[in-house]
Every structure is written in C-alpha cells, then in structure tokens.
T-cell receptor, first 111, second 112 residues
Framework: SQTIHQWPATLVQPVGSPLSLECTVEGTSNPNLYWYRQAAGRGLQLLFYSVGIGQISSEVPQNLSASRPQDRQFILSSKKLLLSDSGFYLC??????????FGPGTRLTVT | GENVEQHPSTLSVQEGDSAVIKCTYSDSASNYFPWYKQELGKGPQLIIDIRSNVGEKKDQRIAVTLNKTAKHFSLHITETQPEDSAVYFCAGSDSGTYKYIFGTGTRLKVLA
C-alpha cells in the first residue's frame, strides 16, 4: 500500500532563516505531487504541484520554491523565511485517477 | 477557472442527528468531487468522493449527492457520533488539470 511521509512534524524558525521541508511517497510510481499551505483555521492553498521529476508548477508567487529531485520526493524550500510563511504545510500525492492523499503535515512557526 | 463555495462554516448537531454540508461549483466541466475530514493537527483524510456520471454515493453513514444541473453537491452524515467532530472540506477538480479547488471548510461539532 502507499504511504506518504513528511518531516519534520514541527519546526520553529527565525525570520530570515532558510527552510527545507521534505515529502516522500512509498508504494507507487510517477505520482503527481502537491504542496499546500493551511493558515490557522483556514482552507487549503495550493502552492506547487509536479507531474514528474524536475517539472514544477507554481500556483502563487511568493517566498517559496519547490523541487522534485526524485520520482517520489518533493521538497519545499525558502532562502529567507518571512513571518507570513507560518502555517501548516501539507504534501499530497495522486495518480491519474484523481484521488489525492495527504501526508501528516509540518507545522511551521516563524518567529 | 473553478470556484467552490462551501456552507455552512460551522455546524453543531446533537449526537444521533444528521448533518448536511453543501458546496457549489462554477465550472460545468468539473467531473470529480471529493470530501475530506481533517482532525486537529492532522492532514485531511479522503472520506468519500463522487464523479460526475453518478448522482449519489453511500458508504455506511456517509453519503454524497451531486446535482450537475444546479452545480452543487452535498455531504450527508447520518447518526452522527462525537468522533465525527472535525473540519470537513469539499473540493472540485479543475478541468484539464490534476488540481483541486477546495471549499473553505465546515467545522462540525457533534454534541453528546
């Protein structure tokens, strides 16, 4: 069966510091991968999605970037964090059947 | 592009009663509508979905209905239990892509 991992689970970073969040999927090949952000008590904002290695689509211009160095690995990065980058970051995967499955999330607090 | 609206934003029901959450969508080409349950501090969990060639789908106490003409779909939870308390999100597929457009969420509270 398929499993999705995210780490770290929680992170506290100062303003201006770099960021790297990692997501990996097991048990499937060539998944579509997604990064979402959820502000406290709010909905899900799609940040990036990828349909293959090295193929990244950005949905919202901002202080973040994404990379997909391997088929089942998706990384969210920032060179310099802003206070507004705080939130709950969720990775998800899907195949061509449409269903998206979410990971456990990373709670990021920028201080 | 697709736009999805969800109502109500909060819903309180007595244990054992039914709960209904409604969503409307704008893109008539959308063909896939999932529902997610999110518990505090966790990632959303897919609980049921429906495709545009089906009008209703049931899974035990949960059902989803779709009205393509009116462009709305609803989640029905019967015999609610305290563990049904969570935030529920609807979504619609963005036609021609593998993206979803999510509703803004409904916080369901089941009162014991």
């Amino acid at each position: 069966s398929q499993t999705i991992h995210q780490w770290p689970a929680t992170l506290v970073q100062p303003v201006g510091s770099p960021l790297s969040l990692e997501c990996t999927v097991e048990g499937t090949s060539n998944p579509n991968l997604y990064w979402y952000r959820q502000a406290a008590g709010r909905g899900l904002q799609l940040l990036f999605y990828s349909v293959g290695i090295g193929q990244i689509s950005s949905e919202v211009p901002q202080n973040l970037s994404a990379s997909r160095p391997q088929d089942r690995q998706f990384i969210l990065s920032s060179k310099k964090l802003l206070l507004s980058d705080s939130g709950f970051y969720l990775c998800a995967w899907s195949l061509i059947s449409y269903e998206q499955y979410f990971g456990p999330g990373t709670r990021l607090t920028v201080t | 592009g697709e736009n999805v609206e969800q109502h109500p934003s909060t819903l309180s029901v007595q244990e054992g009663d039914s709960a209904v959450i409604k969503c409307t969508y704008s893109d008539s080409a959308s063909n896939y509508f999932p529902w997610y349950k999110q518990e505090l501090g966790k990632g959303p969990q897919l609980i049921i979905d429906i495709r545009s060639n089906v009008g209703e789908k049931k899974d035990q106490r949960i059902a989803v209905t779709l009205n393509k003409t009116a462009k709305h779909f609803s989640l029905h939870i019967t015999e609610t239990q305290p563990e049904d308390s969570a935030v529920y999100f609807c979504a619609g597929s963005d036609s021609g892509t593998y993206k979803y457009i999510f509703g803004t969420g409904t916080r369901l509270k089941v009162l014991a």
